[in-house]
């Protein structure tokens, strides 16, 4: 894992502080990769949900927190695709297992 990647989600980008944000796996441990809004239980919690539709995602929230929709836009476009879950060449791999 890079070091600009380590507590930070690896499907939404959201910064994981406390244990509380981390998600877990299906035997209820700690995943240390993504957060708990994105994952649970071994699971991704917007399982099937494709990259720009997370992007709008998080755009909404974003906007809701008060960012402007084009700083939203911005920032989602720069961050989701470089995240783990959704860099096209571990895509390509995931459809070869």
Known sequence: MKASEKNI???CGMPMKNMTDFGTDSDGSINSEYCHY???EGEFTDKGISL???MAKNMNIAIKMGMSEVDAAKLAS???PALRRWRKSNKAKQVEK
């Open 78 to 80: 720069r961050t989701l």
């Open 52 to 54: 720009e539709e997370k």
């Open 38 to 40: 994105c994952y649970e």
């Open 9 to 11: 989600c690896q499907s």
